[in-house]
């Protein structure tokens, strides 16, 4: 099983967009995928679900209203399934980001991760608590990048916070790659901002998202777009696309960097 953080510094680069998109790409692949939404506003829909009672996620584990294998929910991809953020009262938000940033993390997760393949964690903006919580978990990370004028940066600050982790608290973390978003090949500022991460970062993936209205369509519903347009429309096929690179590339850490740790974040109770 292996753990995947999709962590950016910066709101509204696409993080929850390349999350459930490639965990439906991962599905399709035949592996065992769970999304995580730890984004306390929740950007993981719950029309996910195979029927309408499936509100609960994680702040109901969390709360001890729902037990932790009875938290993710179906969808109609058998390989794929979803940890919704789950009911939460704004009066509970407090305790809420506190259980995620502790302990109560990993009783809610430890249970349930080692039935998939893969685990991905779709993070809130920032470099915050919850997002380090799920560094401390992972075994990799992947940073969204919006191509746009002055956004290289705030990647050298996710990249910074990646490897301040790994330094400190969880040996076993490894970037496994900056996924350009957002693209517009038409755009001057973009074609110059991709440029710029290019230059600046090693590990730029291959393939890069484009700009297109139907991933807004998709999104408003809070669904993948392969449940809208089918899993032929091109950016559907440019998620797996990227599965198939981001395989090769895990693979490829793996074996260059012997049998990694275990996360420290897992033992933490
Ligand atoms: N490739 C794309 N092309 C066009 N629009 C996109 C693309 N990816 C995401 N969007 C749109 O941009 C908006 C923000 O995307 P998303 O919610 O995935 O970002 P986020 O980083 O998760 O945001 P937040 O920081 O609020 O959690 C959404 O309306 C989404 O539909
Ligand atoms: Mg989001």
Redesign the pocket.
Known sequence: MRRICVL?QK???????VSLNLAVAFARLGRRTLLVDL?P?G?VGHSLGRDDTALHGLADVLMGRVAPDKGPIRTRLPAFSVLARGRLDPIDAVEYEEALRGGALARALDPVEPGYDLVLYDT??GLGAITRAALARAHFALVPFQAEALSARSVSHAVRVVDHVRENENPALRLLGILP??VDRASADAVAALGQVWESQPRVLETV?????I??EA?RKGVPISFVHGPAAPEARRFGMLADELEQAMERISREEGAADEPTGQQEH
């Open positions: 950016a709101g509204g680069v696409g993080k929850t967009t984004d506003q950007g809130p903006a978003t957002m998202i484009p700009r297109a209205t991933f807004v999104s």
